[in-house]
């Protein structure tokens, strides 16, 4: 059994609907062999509906403007994007940039 460690943080927490006082979440995700990130996106975009309005697209299947992934502390574009395979002890961390004056 493989992990995956996804990092939640600022206004994406809301978008799990997972109650939480902190403004990030840690969530562990099994994954199966050779899974990618666009998999991991699409499960959580069908178990989280308002998480597929705010980061992924499942129709388009793409990620929303706005949202930023991280994969193991790199942006995941310097990876290979969407297509980028998923192991153990990998992990996502999801930033919605902050908005405002």
Known sequence: MSIVRLEI???????????????SIILEQEI????????????????????????????????NEGVNIFFNGSTLELADGLATRLGDGDVLT????????
């Open 9 to 23: 943080l600022s206004s994406l927490v809301e978008a799990l609907n997972i109650e939480s006082k902190r403004d």
């Open 32 to 63: 199966g062999e050779g899974m990618t990130v666009r998999e991991i996106l699409q499960r959580l975009a069908v178990r989280y509906e308002r998480f597929g309005q705010i980061v992924f697209d499942v129709r388009d299947q793409k990620l």
């Open 94 to 101: 999801f930033i919605a940039p902050i908005v405002g004056g």
